[in-house]
Structures are given as structure tokens and as C-alpha cells.
């Protein structure tokens, strides 16, 4: 996740990685389609019992245990809860409210905002348009976008992998100053970059892992300029209609479909806690702007982890896929980061964030487990993210053996 302004929009690996946006990652194939993914995050081999639980009721009371105190000690409002094992059972459950103005109640069938998961989905549109022969991994963005700073030496490959080092733009003051003093405002992609490029390059291209919004906003571009269409079309069109996923989109300014949750940020101006709900996620674009419900979550952990879709026709090639899933090491111990997806501690997805809603969606490959979660505040606890709090809480009880962990770097506002 990212640190300071990033709070703002905090992607996937928060805090010590480097820097983030959206807070924001996600049929089945066998765990040896896995093999990139499966290295970065190993359990320890000291933890003993099963890969995962059975999710019996006595596991379901731990749960609801663990997940309502995660709510009290964080303040959360609401949170929705989804765990999916074959042949174990599964685990659905909607805790707190969706909106304390009138206490309506959370559910599982409301829309959420996800967050940096967003930039699952444009990366695997950028990988379907290199299996295409559209694009190349290895081709500079320079070759598609002007005005880069080292355009013609950071790849596509190192803009999806976090390590360009170009500067996140939602680190920038002037753009937190334009987004906390009318949240309602519109951003297009070349404003964005325009408050990232007035900074210097932080290090050279591939040099190391640094989390930031503004590698997506590019490839964004390179999936629209290469498939001659608007990128939420393309992500409809060819990522979200094969999987089935009818709830899920790329939203066009504010517009929120119903029924949604209200979100509680304190990332405003004045530093007070905010309704978020009409807020414009424009400025997250390709890096956070998505929308999603935990039904098409839940189609999503597997299929992005896999390259398959649930009919189990192709996403992304085998060889891709195999890229994709190559998730070198960070500076977080037990988490790698691939292209625009992560693996910690043996879970493979992403998690998303930014003002009012966070998310996290996770994938375990060896007993083909679905993990979503979904919860109306962004606002740290104890310096911690929430989604990181119950990720931590959920995956104690059900995969002992894999604890989802990612420490948050303190927010520098």
C-alpha cells in the first residue's frame, strides 16, 4: 500500500512498498498453474494443521467473533465478509451498516467501490492485447505516450510490475489540495500525469519496487490507444462479460449504481470524517476507479489468479499467466508483487483503497480458496488498515498456515 498522500489512494501494497492510490487485487486451475506466485509468499513450514479449515459452524462462530471485533476495536460501520472453499463449505456474512445516516443495514448484494483492485483489470486487458501481438511487454511507454520522463527506457512490464520509478501522483500536494477541496471534480488521465511528471524519476526503470498510481494511468492509455476503445468498454467487453461478472464496471464520473454503501473517509480538508458516496473517482482511472459486489468478486479471485475463465476458456494465455504470477520480492517479508497482482504469504490477488471504501480479494491456489472482503471506511487503525486488520483476523482462523499480512507505512498527512 502506499504511504502518505497515498492514503488517498492506497493500492496494493500499502505502506512500506512505496506508495499508493486506490486502495486496492483477484476457474480454477491447478496450483501448478501457479508456480510465480506460489515462491514469493511461502508459509512458514513451522505453522502445523491443514492449508485451510473446513468452514464448519464452529469455524463460522470463530469467525464471526473475530470479524465483529475487528469492526468494534476499528470503528468500522460495515463489512461483508465472503469465504469460498470446494468441497468445505463457504462462509457469507454482512456485519454493521451501510449507512449511518439511517442505519440501513449492511448486505452482500450492494455495490462497492474496489479500489486499486481496478488495476487487476487493466493489466489483464494490457496482457490480452500483448498475446495479440498489439503491444510487447518489453516495449517502452514512450512508444505510446509523449511527454514520459525515461519513456524510452521504463517497459510496460516494469510500468505493471512497480518498478518504474516514476512519481505517484497521488503523493503530490497540489493534486491532494485540488481532490480535498471539491471531491466531486473530474480528473482526466493527462492531468493525473501532469502532476506526476513535474517530479523527478525517483530511481532508474527495474532498479526496485515502488507502488504507484501513476504506472496504471499510462497503461490505461496503452489499452485504449492499442484496442481503439474507451478502457472501461474494453474491460466490459472482454474481461467482465466472458467471466459473467454483470455487476462490475468502470464507472463514468460519480455515477454509483444502486443499491450502494455510504463511505466514511477522514482524508478531507479539514480533517474531518466525510460521506463519500458522490465523491468523483476519476482521479483513480485504470488505477482505482472500478466498482464491484461480492458476487462478482468471488468469480474474480479465481479467474484472475488462474487466467481462466469460469467456463474455463482462456483469460490470458498460459505464458502470460505464468508472467503475470512471477512476484519478486518486496520490502514487506513474505509478500511479492507481479504484474498488477500480489502474492502474500501464499494468496494471490489484490487489495484496494481510497476514500470511504476498501477491499480485498485473495486467491489460495492449493486448496483453490476465495477470500473477499468489503467494508465502507478507509480510515486507519492503530496505523493499520482496516482490510489489512480483518485480512490478518480471517486468515488466522481458516489458513493458519498463510497469514495475510501487509503492514501499512504510516500516512504522512
Known amino acids: 500500500m502506499p504511504p502518505s498522500s497515498e492514503r488517498l489512494y492506497r493500492g496494493a501494497m500499502v505502506a512500506v512498498l512505496a506508495g499508493t492510490l486506490c486502495a486496492p487485487l483477484t476457474a480454477a486451475a491447478p496450483p501448478a498453474a501457479l508456480p510465480g506466485a506460489v515462491a514469493a509468499g511461502s508459509p512458514s513450514p513451522s505453522v502445523p494443521g491443514p492449508d485451510v479449515r473446513p468452514l464448519s459452524p464452529a469455524v463460522?462462530?470463530?469467525?464471526?467473533?473475530?470479524?465483529?471485533?475487528?469492526?468494534?476495536e476499528a470503528h468500522v460501520p460495515g463489512v461483508t465478509v465472503g469465504i469460498w472453499t470446494p468441497g468445505q463449505g463457504s462462509y457469507v456474512r454482512s456485519f454493521?451498516?451501510?449507512?449511518?445516516?439511517?442505519?440501513?443495514?449492511?448486505?452482500?448484494?450492494?455495490?462497492?467501490?474496489i479500489g486499486s483492485e481496478t488495476k487487476t483489470f487493466t493489466v489483464t486487458a494490457l496482457l490480452q492485447l500483448v498475446a495479440q501481438g498489439k503491444a510487447g511487454l518489453d516495449d517502452p511507454i514512450g512508444r505510446y505516450v509523449e511527454g514520459v520522463p525515461n519513456g524510452d527506457e521504463i517497459t510496460l512490464r516494469q510500468l505493471a510490475g512497480m518498478r518504474s520509478g516514476l512519481f505517484n501522483y497521488s503523493d503530490d500536494d497540489a493534486f491532494f489540495k485540488a481532490l480535498t477541496s471539491d471531491p466531486r471534480r473530474p480528473f482526466t488521465p493527462r492531468e493525473l500525469l501532469d502532476y506526476a511528471f513535474k517530479h523527478p524519476v525517483q530511481f532508474p526503470p527495474g532498479e526496485r519496487f515502488s507502488y504507484s498510481n501513476t504506472n496504471l494511468i499510462l497503461l490505461g492509455l496503452v489499452v485504449e490507444k492499442q484496442s481503439g476503445q474507451h478502457l472501461g468498454d474494453y474491460i466490459e467487453q472482454h474481461v467482465l462479460d466472458p467471466a459473467g461478472m454483470k455487476d462490475t464496471l468502470l464507472p463514468q464520473g460519480s455515477a454509483f449504481p444502486v443499491p450502494?454503501?455510504?463511505?466514511?473517509?477522514?482524508?478531507?480538508?479539514?480533517?474531518?470524517?466525510?460521506?463519500?458516496?458522490g465523491w468523483n473517482p476519476s482521479w483513480g482511472w485504470a488505477a482505482g476507479a472500478m466498482i464491484s459486489t461480492l458476487d462478482d468478486l468471488h468469480t474474480w479471485a479465481p479467474t484472475v489468479a488462474t487466467g481462466r475463465f469460469p467456463d474455463g476458456s482462456r483469460m490470458v494465455s498460459p505464458a502470460l499467466q505464468k508472467e503475470r504470477l512471477i512476484t519478486p520480492a518486496t520490502p514487506i517479508p513474505g509478500a511479492g508483487y507481479g504484474l498488477g497482482i500480489f502474492d502474500v504469504q501464499g494468496w494471490i490477488g489484490h487489495?484496494?483503497?481510497?476514500?470511504?471504501?476498501?477491499?480485498?480479494?485473495?486467491?489460495?491456489?492449493?486448496?483453490?480458496?476465495?477470500?473477499?472482503?468489503?467494508?465502507n471506511t478507509d480510515i486507519d487503525h492503530d496505523r493499520e488498515e482496516p482490510s489489512t486488520l480483518f485480512?490478518?483476523?480471517?486468515?488466522?482462523?481458516?489458513?493458519?498456515?498463510?497469514?495475510?499480512?501487509?503492514p501499512a507505512q504510516p500516512a504522512a498527512r
Request: hydrophobic content about 40%; charged content about 20%; overall charge neutral.
Open 391 to 406: 485480512g490478518r483476523a480471517i486468515t488466522q482462523i481458516v489458513s493458519p498456515r498463510h497469514v495475510f499480512d501487509l
Open 96 to 113: 454493521g451498516v451501510a449507512d449511518k445516516a439511517d442505519g440501513r443495514p449492511m448486505a452482500p448484494d450492494l455495490f462497492m467501490r
Open 260 to 277: 450502494h454503501a455510504q463511505g466514511y473517509t477522514d482524508q478531507t480538508a479539514d480533517g474531518k470524517t466525510a460521506a463519500t458516496a
Open 351 to 375: 487489495n484496494g483503497s481510497l476514500p470511504g471504501y476498501e477491499s480485498l480479494t485473495i486467491y489460495l491456489p492449493e486448496t483453490k480458496t476465495s477470500l473477499v472482503v468489503l467494508l
Open 60 to 72: 463460522a462462530r470463530q469467525l464471526d467473533t473475530a470479524v465483529q471485533r475487528v469492526m468494534h
